[in-house]
């Protein structure tokens, strides 16, 4: 069973940048598409980015030209720039095959202003 393991969280200030990584432990192009999602306590877990097996990509319009979503070997990469104080949650990866979805635990982020 394929499994995703994030990386890559923690405190930065605003304005910084950080890396998170979801590996798989398997070969990411099993997966249909690989997503990073984020969620924050009373919110609904948010969509935002991902990338598909062809390498096309999507982000939300709230990250757009911040954050790029990329894949090397097995692992889905988001470079997050230009942190704002509300990019704080708990980032999680999901792959898709088919119909159905895979977790990671999550990794948190928290951005200082």
């Known amino acids: 069973q394929a499994q995703l393991q994030e990386s890559g969280g923690g405190l930065v200030q605003a304005g910084g940048s950080l890396r998170l990584s979801c590996a798989s432990s398997?070969?990411?192009?099993?997966?249909?598409?690989v997503a990073w999602y984020r969620q924050t306590p009373g919110r609904e877990r948010e969509l935002v980015a991902s990338i598909n097996v062809g390498g096309r990509t999507n982000y939300a319009d709230s990250v757009t030209g911040r954050f790029t979503i990329s894949r090397a070997q097995n692992t889905v990469y988001l470079d997050m720039t230009s942190l704002k104080p509300e990019d704080t949650a708990v980032y999680l990866c999901r792959g898709r095959i088919l119909t159905r979805m895979y977790w990671g635990q999550g990794t948190q982020v928290t951005v200082s202003s």
């Open positions: 398997g070969n990411i192009f099993d997966f249909n598409d």
